[in-house]
């Protein structure tokens, strides 16, 4: 079984653009949580959805949103890109995670510079 | 390599000796933990995952230990081997849904 795709690996950006990254979970996978890995504080939650609903939000700005499409995959966007934005944003994917919560299992990231 | 954190505590252990990661985490609701191994240029991969109803699980070569009373996990790798070289996450959840909260994270270097 393939695992958690994501696209693109490597990405960069200049301020104030915008980026769309795109995940592809584990096939039968319902569940789609999105994070953020830096250098300084660690891997901080974004948010995550559930059948094409946002069931989770993590403490970012407005600036982060996401979606997710019928058939489970999932891209993020970022406005207006500040340099603190840089990092590695990683997907993972859960079978239902719906009454008990289920393993996640990540994809191998996008890394975003921004300049 | 990319760097998954610039000032983690590293533990260093003898090839074939055993290994054990801690990580105290945060939430007494917490009802279910992982840990994941990230090597370099990679995202975190599963280990072994244990809940609340429990104290300890093994795996192959992996053994984690939940202790609820002091909020504290541990991760034990038998006859470590060069491969685990790693940083090493535990990870708990207490919400509905896929919320997990990580800890800092242990990088584990093994010596020849």
């Known amino acids: 079984k393939a695992g958690v795709t994501q696209t693109p690996r490597y990405l960069i950006k200049t301020r104030g653009q915008q980026v769309t990254l795109s995940c592809s979970p584990i096939s039968g996978h319902r569940s789609v949580s999105w994070y953020q890995q830096t250098p300084g504080q660690g891997l901080q939650f974004l948010f995550e959805y559930f059948s094409e609903t946002q069931r989770n939000k993590g403490n970012f700005p407005g600036r982060f949103s996401g979606r997710q499409f019928s058939n489970s995959r999932s891209e993020m966007n970022v406005s207006t890109l500040e340099l603190g934005d840089s990092a590695l944003y990683l997907c993972a994917s859960s079978r239902q995670g719906q009454g008990v919560t289920d393993t996640q299992y990540f994809g191998p990231g996008t890394r975003l510079t921004v300049l | 390599g990319e760097s998954v954190g610039l000032h983690l505590p590293t533990l260093s252990v003898q090839e074939g000796d055993n290994s054990i990661i801690n990580c105290a985490y945060s939430?007494?609701?917490?009802?279910?933990f992982i840990w994941y191994k990230q090597e370099s240029g990679k995202g975190p991969q599963f280990i072994i995952d244990i809940r609340s109803n429990m104290d300890k699980r093994q795996g192959q070569r992996v053994t984690v230990l939940l202790n609820k009373t002091v909020k504290h996990l541990s991760l034990q790798i038998a006859a470590t081997q060069p491969g685990d070289s790693a940083v090493y996450f535990c990870?708990?959840?207490?919400?509905?849904?896929?919320?997990?909260?990580f800890g800092p994270g242990t990088r584990l270097s093994v010596l020849p």
């Open positions: 990870a708990e959840n207490m919400s509905y849904g896929q919320n997990f909260v």
């Open positions: 939430n007494s609701a917490s009802d279910y």
